[in-house]
């Protein structure tokens, strides 16, 4: 089985857990809209590229010893974003591997 189980709690408050594939290279963001929990729109509106901070989210489990270095890029756009707290992170840039089983994330509030 190459699914893992993450919590995304959405931007209303709702938590929903999750199958993730490891097996795909896909990101946060990117489950997050195949699930639908965020408007059309609101969220990877640069289509993953770490250039709108559109995906922020908290990462609200202790998964910072597995989670990749945040880049320069990803810096740049937190620097500029709204809400941003100490555990924020670009969904974008979080791929999803076996050793994020169990992650627990909330979605930043929309920035416009």
């Known amino acids: 089985m190459s699914d893992i189980k993450i919590t995304i709690i959405d931007r209303e408050g709702e938590a929903h857990v999750v199958d993730a594939p490891t ?4 990101n946060l963001m990117e489950i997050v809209r195949s699930y639908e929990l965020a408007p059309e729109g609101t969220i990877g509106i640069c289509g993953g590229m770490a250039m709108c901070a559109s995906c922020q989210c908290y990462v609200l489990s202790n998964h ?35 050793e994020l089983e169990g992650l627990e994330v909330k979605l930043a509030p929309a920035s416009n």
């Not at 097996?23 to 896909?26: I, K, P, Q, V, Y």
């Open 64 to 98: 910072d010893h597995v989670l990749p270095e945040k880049s320069y890029e990803e810096e740049d756009m937190l620097d500029q974003a709204f809400f941003v707290e100490d555990n924020s992170r670009l969904g974008c840039q979080i791929h999803m591997t076996p």
């Open 23 to 26: 097996d795909m290279n896909m």
